[in-house]
């Protein structure tokens, strides 16, 4: 490729070291769709003859259905993926595959495959967390009834629907979606046409190349054009997020399964035992999940230090790019291809989330609120069932079983129609407000998420 200027051979490590062909090879598609762009435009423009343009077409056409059908294979000698096409497209149809390279440099056309090829994969991610939100919403729709105690601290703090906590995580995986689609909106930018850095002299038409590609428009400065690797680190910050509430999720799954909380029973498909202890049953899956979050978050880390220091245009550095943001999106759908299917199977142990929630006073607030409705400071009241709390401990029982005569000694506000006011049922059925824990509130969220899929 520069042969003109060089007198020696590239040394075999070196050229090895320098090869991203095993990397950037999956982005054939997109490269050969650029490539038929860019070419169409060359004729349109008469650049090239349209004679010359219809065989690079023609040529290219017939390279992408064969590494489809698998009769081509990538040849490792290739420095990457623009050139093994180049030289298969010039041993084909002569030197008319030289020329499609006129008025385009690997730098604008590595940025624009890399914008196509997240593109298409964005909609396949988008496509596997909808997936998981619809497991989800189903999950919570089956367990909007069910009685469970939530956590602050990790210590019991109020009584919910089971339903309410699996509804939480939907909201994150729909945001989720919106960060992608946004991610995806603020790169759809053509970089084609900045070639090397400095745009070129012939009259090529960006516009049209952008239009043919599906861009929103063209990048407007062209050292930019081909520098800019924005759009790799908001993808990369997007799956980050998923990650992360996939491992929240997950680090709740390990602790639902266990003995000491036992809330839900993982499928067997999705767990696995142990080599000398028959009775273990493990959440493997979902603590690969949990530990594979770090590698996304490595990923990110790589490719801003990679960016932080790169003076302008294109570095050879930025070969990097390709390398974390497959990583990473390769790492989230396997994961979400594994963690939906995970949810959808699991089972709610109702009888033991809610012997769980008749424990560790959880109905606290309620009974501050019930003095607090019956015109009481929310402080005072606070303070008497603190006390009324303590008192409980000392004697070894709950509030839902403190005699009336003992409650009345703290307050003649109390009556007997306090231990209505704080069974869980009550509990959680009050819950009403807006985005609250309630089973109607539940069905509300379920209804408005499926609204926004």
């Known amino acids: 490729m520069w042969a003109g200027r060089f007198q020696k051979a590239l040394d075999k490590k070196a050229d090895d070291f320098n090869s991203s062909l ?3 090879c999956r982005m054939y598609a997109q490269d050969i769709k650029g490539s038929m762009a860019h070419a169409t435009m060359l004729a349109k423009q008469g650049i090239l003859p349209q004679e010359e343009v219809d065989k690079i077409i023609d040529g290219l056409e017939g390279i992408l259905q064969d590494i489809n059908e698998g009769k081509l294979s990538f040849n490792t000698d290739a420095e990457d993926i623009h050139m093994f096409i180049e030289a298969e497209l010039t041993k084909r149809i002569g030197d008319a595959g030289k020329r499609l390279h006129t008025a385009r440099s690997r730098n604008d056309q590595v940025a624009v495959d890399i914008r196509l090829y997240l593109r298409d994969e964005a909609e396949s991610v988008i496509e596997l967390v909808k997936a998981l939100i ?44 919106q960060r ?38 063209v990048m407007l400065n062209s050292i930019d054009g081909v520098s800019d690797r924005d759009f790799c680190v908001e993808f990369l910050s997007a799956f980050a997020l998923i990650m992360t509430h996939l491992s929240r999720f997950s680090e709740e799954v390990i602790l639902w399964s266990s003995w000491e909380f036992k809330f839900i029973e993982l499928d067997d498909s999705y767990t696995t035992g142990s080599s000398i202890m028959p009775q273990k049953k493990n959440p493997d899956m979902a603590e690969l999940v949990r530990g594979k979050t770090g590698r996304v978050y490595g990923d990110l880390m790589a490719m801003l230090t990679v960016l932080k220091g790169l003076p302008l245009a294109y570095n050879k550095d930025m070969q990097e790019d390709k390398e974390t943001v497959f990583d990473a999106l390769d790492t989230v759908k396997v994961c979400l291809e594994v963690f939906t ?5 699991m089972k709610v142990l109702k009888e033991n989330t809610y012997r769980s929630a008749q424990k560790g006073f959880i109905n606290a607030t309620d009974l501050a609120d019930y003095l607090a409705k019956k015109g009481m400071p929310f402080r005072t009241a606070y303070k008497i069932v603190g ?31 306090l231990y209505k006011e704080i069974s869980l049922e009550t509990c959680v059925e009050k819950r009403n407000s807006l985005g609250g824990a309630s089973p109607t509130s539940v069905r509300a969220q379920i209804a408005w998420v499926k609204t926004q899929l």
């Open 22 to 24: 095993r990397v950037d």
């Open 180 to 217: 992608l689609e946004n991610a995806v909106k603020n790169m759809n930018y053509s970089p084609l046409g900045s070639c090397a850095l400095a745009g070129t002299t012939y009259p090529t038409d960006r516009a049209f190349t952008a239009e043919k590609l599906g861009f929103d428009g």
């Open 134 to 177: 619809k497991a989800v919403i189903d999950k919570a729709e089956e367990t909007a009834d069910i009685i469970a105690p939530a956590y602050t601290h990790l210590q019991r703090a109020q009584p919910i629907s089971f339903g309410h906590q699996l509804m939480a995580y939907a909201m994150m995986f729909l945001r989720d979606i």
């Open 341 to 345: 299917p995970m949810i959808a199977t």
């Open 387 to 417: 006390q009324l709390v303590a008192e409980c401990i000392a004697k070894n029982t709950v509030l839902d079983d403190l005699p009336l005569l003992d409650y009345k000694k703290h307050s003649e506000l109390f009556e007997e129609d």
